[in-house]
């Protein structure tokens, strides 16, 4: 080794240069990035009423969801680093019309998702007066909460027209204002309350960390704690930036792991110490925590303080995640997966009609509050909706993870799931399952919320399924050549380049960006194909 550093000495300080160059992520950052991904801490209250046996659901989740959709995104992400993200990873191993399905997934389940934080963020709203009592009022009433999640969303969407640069560092600092600081805040006040010598109002003792497995309901709403550690995986794109990703990568993962669960199981005890669980509000517990311990404190002038940081949080985060996912499906769309008309963009780059659809859409959900017996239980029923949407997304990337260690086993992967194969089932395996089982327990209605007609609940989210699963399949099965934007940079499947089928088991150990430099060097273009197979159906060179 030391022979061929000497007859190469400047290959040898390339390769340093270029690793050096890289390694622009240090293990510590990319763990602090993926915390403040992940964290929110709006769910607490949902938690909060299991006591101490949160911690075991808090543990399992993140054994059986968190790690291993965190492990396994950095596989695909470096496997396959093209755009697309998911769509990509699925469409590589099963086809475009699961991929779509699983973007759509991704993007129907951010747009139900908008009405419940939002939601959180007119109770945050709610609570920046004086008199609690009025407060608390005006945080339980439909028609502010509508207002508010209305003129809020509209607001962002008219700020997303002006490209993500217009509010990247609202974000930036609306994530440590709005999450970061109250986190602490919350964590410090409940322990201190509780180590002062205050009555704790959950039981405490090593026999309440096991929950009641004897109540299948129990599980019901700690199946939404899957939801809190969704998002690991945008930050999976990173780990070809950290210096060592085979030994690097994990650290951070699992550093971010450890720092995720922390803060929510102390922030979700903080609660439960003050708030009684007979008083625990979805919607409302947070910002009563918060006053009650303030009060406790003498300090109760800070409580609208941080309800207004809380609603700074849950705005920056709106607006992020308003063009986000759109941008994703924009993408997608102009690769020829849905007509024109949803593929207009206005100077900033934007897709003016997406963003507009989606607006329409959260305008929708948001009348279900009118509807719904109460604030709570249209909170509640549109997050379950939210949790199996996002699950069927990550099931189908699980699923594709697997597949693709043996239909493209050779495929250039700077990083691997630990174990080869065995590790691979194993960690996805655990992934898949964990998912499913989540996925399941979403339909079952909580006893914890008045949630009206079980049968209307239960319906609601059946149906409300059904339709955002079927939708996708519908608008594929309409697909027309002249879709493609013939300016569209996203990168054909490996499969496709290859001219073969999705699945087609391939020993080739090529990545995509050499594939298609090399077709194109040697004056056989890429072509896009329009079904499943390697046939071409109006094709369109890249």
């Known amino acids: 080794m030391s022979d061929s550093k000497a007859a190469n000495p400047s290959a040898s300080e390339t390769q340093r240069a270029k690793s050096k160059q890289n390694a622009q992520i240090t293990i510590g950052a990319l763990a602090v990035m993926n915390i403040v991904a992940v964290v929110s801490l709006r769910g607490l209250p949902s938690e909060a009423e299991y006591g101490l046996s949160s911690i075991f659901y808090y543990v399992l989740a993140a054994v059986v969801f968190l790690i291993p959709v965190s492990i396994v995104a950095a596989e695909l992400a470096t496997g396959w680093p093209e755009t697309g993200g998911v769509f990509r990873w699925v469409g590589e191993a099963f086809g475009p019309r699961w991929a779509f399905l699983a973007m759509f997934m991704l993007f129907i389940e951010v747009t139900i998702w908008f009405p419940t934080v939002l939601t959180f963020g007119a109770v945050s709203l709610a609570y920046t007066g004086e008199n609690q009592n009025l407060d608390a009022q005006l945080a339980g009433n439909k028609l502010f909460v509508l207002v508010v999640v209305l003129v809020v969303y509209w607001l962002a969407t008219f700020i997303a027209f002006r490209g993500a640069k217009a509010f990247s560092r609202v974000s930036q600092w609306g994530g440590i204002i709005g999450t970061i600081i109250p986190a602490v805040i919350l964590i410090v006040l409940g322990f201190a309350y509780f180590f002062a010598g205050n009555t704790p109002q959950i039981q405490m003792g090593w026999g309440e960390l096991l929950p009641d497995f004897g109540n299948f309901s129990n599980v019901v709403l700690a199946a939404s704690i899957f939801l809190f550690y969704a998002g690991m995986e945008m930050n999976a794109i990173h780990v070809k930036e950290v210096r060592n990703p085979t ?296």
């Open 247 to 542: 030994r690097d990568y994990p650290i951070a993962v699992l550093t971010a792991a450890a720092g995720t669960v922390i803060i929510f199981v102390l922030g979700t005890l903080a609660i439960a110490f003050v708030v009684p669980q007979a008083d625990i509000n979805l919607t409302q517990s947070l910002l009563t925590s918060y006053n009650d311990m303030f009060e406790w404190a003498g300090i109760g002038w800070a409580g609208p303080i941080v309800a207004f940081m809380l609603l700074i949080g849950v705005l920056a985060g709106v607006v992020t995640w308003v063009a986000g996912p759109s941008t994703g499906m924009l993408a997608v769309a102009k690769a020829g997966y849905l007509p024109r008309f949803w593929q207009h963009t206005n100077k900033n780059g934007m897709g003016t009609h997406i963003l507009f659809f989606q607006a329409f859409m959260v305008t929708a959900l948001g009348l279900t509050y009118v509807v719904l017996p109460s604030v709570q239980a249209a909170y509640q029923i549109l997050s379950q909706l939210t949790v199996i949407l996002y699950l069927i997304m990550y099931m189908l990337m699980f699923a594709a993870a697997i597949y693709l260690r043996y239909s493209q086993p050779n495929r250039p992967r700077p990083y691997r799931v630990p174990g080869g194969d065995v590790g691979m089932w194993i960690i996805g395996g655990v992934g898949f399952l964990g998912s499913l089982m989540a996925f399941a327990f979403s339909f079952i209605p909580p006893d914890q919320i008045s949630v009206g007609s079980p049968a209307v609940y239960v319906g609601i989210l059946v149906g409300g399924a059904a339709v955002m699963v079927i939708l996708p399949f519908v608008i594929y099965a309409f697909r027309k050549p002249h879709w493609r934007d013939q300016g569209s940079e996203f990168v054909p499947f490996t499969w496709q380049i290859e001219h073969t089928h999705p699945g087609t088991v391939t020993e080739s150990s090529i990545s995509t960006q050499q594939l298609t430099r090399e077709a194109e060097s040697s004056g056989s273009p890429v072509m896009f194909s329009h079904d499943d197979g390697g046939r071409q159906g109006g094709s369109s060179a890249v």
